[in-house]
């Protein structure tokens, strides 16, 4: 009997307490080092301020350039041709590669620029989704030059995971395209 009311005694103090609740999993946070931006001049006809973080590489033609973002997994391609009454054709390759993404792109973001002053012009876009493809834009004086810039992760693309990253780089993007200059 004293061992009944001993056990019965003993699973009632043993099961009052509270029941185990799982605890979440910790966020990753992501931080960037504040933007410093210093000059770059290209042998082939354009400057621009691009982040003191990021390299610059040559690739594997004359005037096409890798900016190399190591601790992200990141370059930013940059590509140059010189326009010889070919202006309509270096667009629509452009916005070729833009639009190849579609079948993984859940939106588009275009968005035309103007800087007069500077003769810079064209378009960049946004692209949403798991794209290979984050962020590009192409720039032109509408005579002699033409740039593309495509941005792109060594990983898979998941938008959540990159979204800390390709805000980074874009805001550096942004200010290499206020900060483009052809020479004269």
């Not at 004293?2 to 946070?29: H, Q, V």
């Not at 990021?54 to 005037?63: D, F, L, N, V």
């Amino acid at each position: 009997m004293y061992r009944f009311a001993f056990s019965a005694a003993f699973i009632f103090l043993i099961s009052c307490g509270k029941a185990p609740i799982p605890k979440p999993s910790g966020e990753l946070r992501l931080e960037y080092p504040k933007p410093v931006y210093k000059a770059y001049t290209s042998d082939c006809g354009f400057s621009f301020e691009h982040s003191i973080f990021a390299k610059i590489e040559p690739a594997k033609k004359p005037c096409w350039y890798y900016i190399s973002y190591p601790s992200m997994k990141a370059k930013v391609f940059l590509t140059y041709f010189p326009v010889k009454n070919d202006l309509d054709l270096h667009i629509k390759e452009a916005e070729k590669m833009v639009y190849q993404h579609t079948i993984k792109a859940s939106a588009i973001e275009t968005k035309t620029f103007g800087f007069p002053d500077k003769r810079v012009f064209g378009n960049f876009y946004e692209l949403k989704g798991q794209t290979a493809s984050n962020i590009q834009f192409y720039a032109t004086d509408s005579t002699s030059h033409f740039v593309t810039v495509n941005l792109y992760f060594n990983s898979r693309p998941r938008p959540d995971s990159l979204a800390p990253a390709v805000a980074y780089i874009k805001a550096d993007m942004m200010h290499m395209l206020e900060t483009f200059k052809w020479k004269k």
